[in-house]
């Protein structure tokens, strides 16, 4: 059974920083791509960072390049997130995708099979 179980957010005020984990069991883990997500109130899942199957590329869109960064030690993912702003307030999954080894991670949520409980980041102003 493939589990993935994500930590570390928080209460931080703007220009903070925060780490999230996520640790991954149940599948080899570095076979899939992983990304992280994130979903605030009445707003759709949206893309926040992914990393290739093969730990060598990554992938973010321009409203968090150059502030966060994603990377992974054995079964665990990070998500390294500084200079945070009160938009970046969210609940945030990690997730990883159906596919296995696919070239470039997608930024679309349905192509993930599996994704964590979510943690809550706020960001106050």
């Known amino acids: 059974q493939v589990q993935l179980e994500e930590s570390g957010g928080g209460l931080v005020q703007t220009g903070g920083s925060l780490r999230l984990s996520c640790v991954v069991s149940g599948r080899t883990f570095n076979n899939y791509n992983m990304a992280w997500f994130r979903q605030a109130p009445g707003n759709e899942r949206e893309f926040v960072a992914a990393l290739k199957w093969n730990g060598l590329s990554t992938y973010y869109p321009d409203s968090v390049k150059g502030r966060f960064t994603i990377s992974r030690v054995q079964n665990t993912v990070y998500l390294q997130m500084n200079n945070l702003k009160p938009e970046d307030t969210a609940v945030y999954y990690c997730?990883?995708?159906?596919?296995?080894?696919?070239?470039?991670?997608?930024?679309?949520?349905?192509?993930?099979?599996?994704w964590g409980q979510g943690t809550q980041v706020t960001v106050s102003s």
């Open positions: 997730a990883s995708e159906s596919s296995r080894q696919r070239n470039v991670p997608p930024r679309e949520p349905e192509h993930y099979a599996y």
